[in-house]
């Protein structure tokens, strides 16, 4: 497994494209690998809750700053 997870900027993006965009970089990634999503749409962290549910990923971690959320998620096996 990569120590750096591989990180996706979607900064300034509405939903969907937040989690469209993740879905789009997890899918190229080796199964256990970590994703890093970063979004400042006040509405991610329930979208992004929501995709690792449907979509059997874990979320590991859920973070907020200043106006900004940053998500570590594990793809699924």
Do not use: W, Y
């Not at 992004?48 to 940053?70: A, K, P, R, Y």
């Amino acid at each position: 497994m990569s120590e750096t997870p591989q990180t996706v900027d979607a900064s300034g993006l509405k939903c969907p494209l937040p989690v469209l965009k993740a879905r789009k970089a997890i899918k190229d990634l080796p199964s256990g690998e970590c994703l890093r999503v970063i979004s400042t749409d006040p509405a991610s962290p329930l979208d992004f809750q929501h995709f690792c549910n449907t979509s059997g990923h874990e979320l590991i971690e859920m973070v907020e700053g200043d106006g900004d959320f940053s998500f570590l998620i594990r793809k699924a096996s």
